[in-house]
């Protein structure tokens, strides 16, 4: 909180701004034009504001009359849904017929291109200079900014790259004209006396396409790369260069990308970068950044803004169980500008200062802290974004005189995501601008101390009563495992630990486990890493049909005991166990990493989602456990409660060797049912750790048996036996086919028709609609395809293209796959890694050679040379619904192509195979999302998203058709189907005399 005698004198100077801009209003606000009146109409309408702001996003994709046309009735509705100042284009396209839509269609695309243009200095260079040039003879210097942050190839980060380049030469030809700007004294030649004329700023992750913190050396060495090249031009014309700061995500990459560039030359003074004063640590980065200028004696300078992503960033943390890093309340990213803004002036020997905001309390903090620190004027300059806040821009130029406009150039197609942002900032409740020029509120309110309205702000939230949700029987709500968080330096530095930790380890002999007892046997099978296999990570005894018949006899003899255990103690066990599994996170990662080949994010993935399923299955147990009363006659009870089945045989699969197996032995378990468990051959050391965490947890004896095995041995006795009861099981169709048909005999001694949950494969496929959004689009049909190796049976096997975007959307798709490497997965720079083994290796490339044949080959990616499982990443275009590879799961990374007329030929395609688990779909067309829920017939559908990684609770899994019988995976009806339901009856009634219970449906 600042003393009394600076805050007043702030409020003074604010208050005589605010005077001085009397009556004046952005362009923003100003409802004598169409965005005027659309932003009014925006922040009087929330429904509205989201389609308006939705519509502008999908704009540059309404290539054609139609799909404009179409837009606008899908997201507006008819002429009496619309707001006035749309309505009244509508009514008077309606009077003109069929000519009528082409009148609405180029009145509102005008209008959108004009509102674009007020934030853009200019989509050619030519275009740009010219304004510029405008500005300059207004007085004000500019920091231009190339549009388009989304690169997905290493040529459109090269286009980027170039574009500035191109910009930079035209700049240096034409500044020799420019005079500069004036000030008090200094050089003439130079704005102010000190700046340079030139001034960009470059968003760094559009130098790398595939940036990323979990690759955190790659990403700096690939963005410095082409920051160099940049930087050197901007040296040529004596300019300046700001790194600009973008999502969370990255912020520790740009950072280190700073420091290493500013070291690179150290000796030239115009390098800045950006920090959001809305990130809760960026006190300490400041100080860091600080720290580390003066420990290496450089020049540096800060543009210190608030932060343009705070819904992003809240909605990636709260979705990924991180800690929010941006501040909840407004008024605490004001008083954190105002505290790092004065900490960064304290400092101003070896920090310039770009002061970036339009909130008049800001700015005028910043002044009068100025003043009374005594800070030069070439040691600092204001900024505001181009096409916003006029009236504060000219105030600030009749006080400070030094003011640059940050103005973003290039086409208008990146320019919309740009666009959304500012249109969202600008009508957000919290907004300075709307609230001084649209809404005129108190200018008291406005110049208050931002620490004061903090206090009282947080002292009304801790006064408002908590929502908090209660899970069953007194346990905290069910909540997600927190997701690997790269941006920690902890985690990144605890993979390559844990894997040289888990190497110590290798060479062990692993036994079974049966009734308690760990059984050794004779015939063993090594375990190898599949990016190395002559890596024999360990030895696994494999079981016999003797051993195995141990095993069910165990868990039959367990079971009574085991069944009649109340089952919040069954749950309790589960507990225990995710918590066991949560202290070794990163060391049961490092294992699947080494046995399967999973990359650090998936492999991580895959033990959360087990520890998910612990805690989740505990607490529907507990839900269900209870006996609920059915009816409410008087006169009688109805108690419907369930039991276990008996001794349930669980048979995982490879790919997710931790989550999967855990989920279906943690439902066995925790419904009271005695598990033997076959894991996968070539998985079974991580099969092996479902017994260390199930012995930590104190599982009594026989309820849980680990019988690793070779299917041809003893798959078939372990199915068959009469003591079983129950079969989970997750692999192929084929092998689960078999399983259903031989589980459907009766064998002698048989007390159960034998259950079977049964999660099969997929042919999974994602349509990519006319109007969607390839930057979103791309990326995540590549990941959805080739992460770990395409060997997920949700992967995305086949992308169904709509014809009007099939060549660009299969330019940028190749483009970005051919930016990706393969190599061993425990290296962060390669994007695929080797699959599961020598047969998986020969199926797949078999399967690439059928497709090339029904199609034609888009990329094949290079492989390493030596030893490894590895095949390319493969891209079969020309491919339709009768092409085996459009029908058969390959269970690998081939990615069939295939191009649709329409979108209901795309539906239909979707819908031709005899699988149905997931699919997906991009589309910014209500009317398409629509008809995708109705008819893409698959067990998850997921919208605008990449197809894979369901999540418990969330997203419960499982699909229908020959991908599984109907189970649904960390779902509320999961556990049913591990359980018979019973019912008892009770007459209450005696010698006419019956109890009344609280819900009868008695006499009133």
Same mark, same amino acid.
């Given at each position: 909180m600042l003393n009394s005698e600076l805050n007043t004198k702030i409020v003074n100077r604010g208050k005589e701004f605010f005077g001085s801009i009397s009556g004046e209003k952005p362009s923003l606000f100003n409802k004598g034009a169409w965005m005027g009146k659309a932003m009014d109409w925006s922040m009087q309408n929330e429904q509205f504001k989201i389609q308006m702001f939705r519509f502008v996003d999908v704009f540059p994709s309404l290539t054609t009359s139609r799909l404009l046309t179409e837009h606008i009735r899908e997201y507006f509705g008819s002429e009496q849904d619309m707001p006035p100042f749309m309505a009244t284009g509508a009514k008077v396209a309606g009077m003109l017929g069929s000519f009528g839509?082409?009148?609405?269609?180029?009145?509102?695309?005008?209008?959108i291109e004009e509102m674009a243009r007020q934030f853009i200095v200019g989509e050619t260079t030519k275009e740009a200079v010219k304004n510029l040039e405008k500005l300059r003879k207004d007085g004000f210097a500019a920091v231009v900014d190339v549009l388009g942050e989304a690169t997905l190839s290493e040529e459109e980060a090269e286009v980027y790259t170039n574009t500035y380049l191109e910009l930079l030469e035209a700049l240096k030809k034409e500044q020799g004209g420019w005079k500069g700007l004036p000030g008090r004294g200094g050089d003439p030649n130079l704005d102010w006396g000190h700046a340079p004329k030139v001034n960009v700023a470059v968003k760094p992750t559009a130098l790398f396409c595939l940036a990323n913190p979990q690759d955190f050396e790659g990403s700096v060495v690939a963005i410095l790369d082409r920051m160099r090249r940049i930087f050197r031009k901007v040296m040529e014309l004596n300019g300046f260069l700001c790194i600009d700061m973008e999502s969370y995500r990255h912020k520790e990459i740009i950072l280190e990308v700073f420091r290493r560039l500013k070291l690179e030359y150290r000796d030239y003074p115009h390098?800045?970068?950006?920090?959001q004063a809305y990130l809760k640590d960026n006190d300490k980065d400041l100080d860091d950044l600080l720290a580390w200028a003066k420990q290496n004696g450089v020049q540096i300078s800060i543009r210190l803004v608030k932060g343009a992503y705070w819904d992003y960033e809240t909605v990636k943390a709260k979705q990924n169980d991180w800690e929010i890093p941006v501040w909840t309340i407004k008024a605490e990213s004001d008083a954190a500008f105002e505290r790092q803004a004065r900490r960064i002036l304290e400092n101003h020997s070896i920090c310039h200062f770009a002061c970036a905001s339009h909130n008049i309390r800001s700015i005028s903090a910043v002044m009068e802290m100025a003043k009374e620190l005594n800070i030069p004027d070439e040691r600092y300059e204001f900024q505001v974004l181009y096409g916003m806040a006029e009236p504060v821009r000219k105030g600030i130029l009749k006080v400070a005189g030094r003011i640059r406009l940050y103005a973003p150039y290039g086409h208008m197609v990146p320019g919309m995501g740009y666009l959304v942002r500012r249109l969202l900032e600008n009508t957000a409740n919290e907004s300075f601008l709307r609230q001084s020029f649209a809404e005129d509120a108190q200018i008291e309110r406005l110049l208050e101390d931002p620490a004061v309205t903090v206090e009282r702000e947080r002292a009304a939230r801790a006064a408002k009563p908590k929502k908090e949700r209660q899970g069953p029987g007194g346990l905290p709500a069910f909540e997600n495992e927190a997701m690997v968080d790269f941006t920690r330096a902890?985690?990144?530095?605890?993979?390559?630990?844990?894997i040289a930790q888990v190497r110590t380890q290798l060479g062990k002999t692993y036994p079974l486990f049966i009734n308690g007892k760990e059984i050794r046997t004779n015939d063993l099978i090594p375990t190898v890493n599949p990016n190395r296999p002559s890596e024999v990570l360990g030895q696994i005894c494999q079981a016999g049909t003797t051993e195995v018949g141990d095993a069910i006899a165990a868990a039959k003899a367990a079971f009574p005991a085991w069944r009649d255990t109340d089952p919040r103690t069954r749950a309790e066990y589960l507990l225990?166990?995710?918590?066991?599994?949560?202290?070794?996170?990163?060391?049961?990662?490092?294992?699947? #990493?080494?046995?399967? @080949?999973?990359?650090?994010?998936?492999a991580y993935a895959d033990v959360t989602e087990a520890i998910d399923f612990l805690e989740y299955y505990a607490r529907e147990m507990i839900r269900l456990g209870q006996p609920q009363r059915v009816g409410h006659a008087p006169g009688e009870l109805n108690h419907y409660f369930y039991e276990p089945k008996g001794v349930a045989a669980v048979i995982a699969p490879w790919n997710f060797p931790l989550a999967i197996s855990m989920g279906m032995a943690a439902a066995a378990i925790v419904t009271g049912n005695c598990v033997v468990f076959k894991p996968s051959?070539?998985?079974?050391?991580?099969?092996?750790?479902?017994?260390?965490?199930?012995?930590e947890a104190g599982l009594p004896e026989g309820v849980f048996n680990y019988t690793p095995g070779r299917g041809s041995v003893m798959g078939d006795y372990l199915v068959d036996h009469p003591d079983v009861?129950? #079969?989970?099981?997750? @692999?192929?169709?084929?092998?689960?086919?078999?399983?259903?048909?031989?589980?459907?005999k009766v064998h002698p001694g048989q007390a159960n028709v034998k259950k079977i949950i049964c999660e099969m494969g997929g042919k999974n496929a994602v349509i990519i609609d006319d109007d969607a959004d390839l930057d979103e689009a791309v990326p995540h049909v590549l990941y959805s395809a080739f992460g770990f190796q395409g060997q997920k049976c949700s992967a995305c096997s086949r992308v169904i293209v709509l014809d009007a975007v099939y060549d660009k959307f299969i330019e940028r798709l190749v483009s970005m796959a051919k930016a990706t490497k393969v190599g061993p997965s425990e290296d962060t720079t390669h994007y695929m890694g080797a699959v599961a083994d020598d047969k998986a290796q020969k199926s797949i490339k078999e399967y690439a050679e059928i497709g090339k044949k029904e199609g034609h080959l888009l990329y094949e990616s290079p492989v390493p040379s030596g030893e490894g499982y590895y095949v390319p990443m493969t891209i079969i275009g020309g491919i339709k619904p009768e092409h085996r590879i459009a029908q058969e799961e390959i269970f690998g990374p081939v990615l069939a192509v295939m191009r649709a007329r329409d979108f209901d030929q795309a539906?239909?395609?979707?819908?031709?195979?005899?699988?149905a688990l997931t699919g997906g779909i991009f589309s910014r067309s209500p009317e398409h999302l629509a008809k995708a829920r109705r008819e893409f017939r698959v067990g998850n559908l997921y919208i605008n998203r990449n197809n894979t990684g369901a999540l418990v609770e969330r997203q419960p899994f499982g699909g229908a058709r020959m991908s599984g019988v109907g189970t649904k995976a960390g779902g509320p009806d999961y556990l049913l189907h591990f359980m018979d339901p019973r019912v008892v009856t009770e007459n209450t009634m005696r010698r006419g005399f019956a109890p009344h219970e609280e819900d009868d449906d008695w006499v009133e």
């Open positions: 839509g082409a009148v609405l269609n180029k009145v509102l695309t005008s209008n390098l800045g970068i950006v920090l902890d985690h990144r530095a605890a993979f390559p630990s844990s225990k166990a995710a918590k066991a599994a949560r202290k070794r996170l990163f060391e049961l990662s490092a294992w699947q #990493i080494l046995e399967i @080949g999973k990359q650090w994010d998936q051959g070539i998985t079974s050391i991580i099969g092996w750790h479902l017994v260390e965490l199930f012995r009861s129950l #079969i989970a099981f997750t @692999g192929s169709m084929e092998t689960g086919l078999r399983i259903i048909d031989r589980a459907a539906i239909e395609w979707t819908n031709s195979t005899k699988f």
